[in-house]
């Protein structure tokens, strides 16, 4: 039996040894790593099926790993989607041999019985370059699992790569390949919109707060974060455990973030400590800014209109005045004995051509703007153009919501209030910048939570989120958007997020959105569904040459460290090798 196995393996370092296709004529041999089987049947719309070697069991393949097909003429890198059992024979499922036995076992292993996998070609690798899978390798051809080497190859190798002028991004593993690393292209992942999907508790905050760390260290764009529930600047917590991990700001001490804060004694409360507190002044707001509550406010179509009407009567005082009493009452007949707010609503109702019963219900649903402390009647400062000068300078913004995250509605209207404006100016800036590339703003991605709300279909038409998808970063601005109802985004604005990264699904509409317009939606759909539901995504689109699942990388120390963070404990020990670099060590002597 030793002599057998020693045989086999005297036969595959020869076949390595060989020059293949995979081989190119000038170019270092190809690593050798564990053989897996060989083709045996298949089609290029349906996939490949490769018969297993008997030394390789199913159970240590995972639907979502890679192979490499190594075919006569090109190198075939390949996703596992499917594992099966197969037999020689009908028969012998009809009457099971006894494997009790081991030598009846190692008898039937592999060649009675054996495993079988399903490849789907998802890139041909040609003079060391990914092209688009348009043939199929033949019969028998070797298939063996993917290396780091290969894995380069296809999604480049972490770090700055000067030809192609981008960073690549070490994002996570490919699932049961614990020592190769799988990166993401951070200049294409930002030159569209992107988005983070998955339900409820699959880490969708850990997985954005990962890649806007990449983002931020590479200093590819900054950042806008409409941090709904205070995760992203400060501590936030950790998925699925009770300890506290790092916010953007403690990662990047330098200055590369800053916080912003709608409710500042929330966020000092936490120990954020932020650089700015914004307040909106009423006579800011304008009738854009409410139409996206019109759901969230249940707003009539006709109350929209007495809003703009509103407007046009009284000019920027009209929210001031409108939800001031003594305001309203000056409208009203002084002879009138019923007097009161009721009677200067008629009045006023009468002066702007509207109904009393329509102005009447649209006060009571502004009147909860009150309960706001961030608007005021006018603005100490003016926060958008305080905001536009940090993003301008490269520095990226967390603006914490505070005790305002668990109002819908306060989250709607300040990331539709700000991004209208930011949108504009950078709009104003990259015109008058036309020809002229170092005068340029710097590229803006922003990132909003509860993306459905901004992008219904109902909506996304006339809002400025959908506009700035549609864009393609016409004007240097993006959106990074994190969602857990992807089926629920308007399906034009859906086809334009350039990269998908995506946790674990479970309904059958939203796995669809995500999977709309993908290649091989059919072998995706069941690698998504195999998900764990923490620390696993499905990650396609612009930013990867081909679908790939991975296991991310930890948020922990050695994330920070890896982002440039250095621990207090750690600068001890970085002085006296900085002393001993500069000084030589006590022991020198001299040279001779």
Known sequence: MNNDLNAASDFDADFDALPSASAEKGLAPLPATQRLGMVISGSLSRGLEVRLDRRVSTEELAVGSYAVIRGQQ???????????????????????????????????VGTSTFGIVHLTPMLALEDGEPRPVKTIPAHFSEVRQASQEEVNEVFGEEGYDKARDTHFFHVGNPLDMEDVKITLDLKRFVERSSGVFGKSGTGKTFLSRLLLAGIIKERVAVNLIFDMHNEYGWEGSSE?????????????????????????????????????????GYDQIEPDDLEMLKDILNLSDAQIGAIYALHRRLGRTWLAN???????????????????????????????????????????????????????????????????????????????????????DAYIFVANFLTRRLHQKYVEKKERAFGNQAEEPTPLVITIEEAHKFLDPQ?????????????????????????????????EVMSQIGTRVTALLDEESDIRAVLMGVSGSDGLKEVLARLDTRQQALIMGHAVPMPVVVQTRAYDLEFYKAMGFRDEEDLPQRLASNVERMRGSADFEGFD
């Open 74 to 108: 090109k190198r075939f890198f390949s996703m596992i989607t499917d594992v099966l059992l197969g037999t020689a024979s009908d028969d012998l499922l009809l009457s099971p041999p006894d494997l009790s036995d081991p030598f009846l076992r190692e008898v039937h």
């Open 240 to 280: 699925g455990v009770t300890k506290r991990v790092k916010g953007l700001k403690q990662v990047f001490p330098d200055g590369r973030v800053s916080i912003f804060t709608l409710d500042d004694e929330s966020s000092r409360r936490r120990g954020s400590n932020p650089d700015f507190t914004v307040t909106i």
């Open 322 to 408: 409108f939800l001031n009493d003594d305001w309203i009452d000056s409208w009203g007949d002084p002879d009138d004995e019923s007097g009161g707010t009721a009677n200067g609503l008629k009045a006023l109702a009468d002066d702007i051509q509207q109904p009393f019963q329509t102005l009447a219900a649209l006060r009571r649903r502004l009147l909860r703007f009150e309960r706001y402390g961030f608007l005021k009647p006018k603005a100490p400062d003016d926060a958008v153009d305080r905001l536009f000068r940090y993003l301008d300078a490269g520095t990226s913004v967390v603006l914490e919501f505070g005790r305002y995250g668990n109002m819908l």
């Open 459 to 491: 909506i996304a038409g006339n809002t400025i989120f959908g506009t700035i998808a549609r864009e393609l970063r016409k004007y240097n601005v993006t959106l990074f958007i994190v969602d857990q109802r992807p089926s629920k985004i308007d399906p």
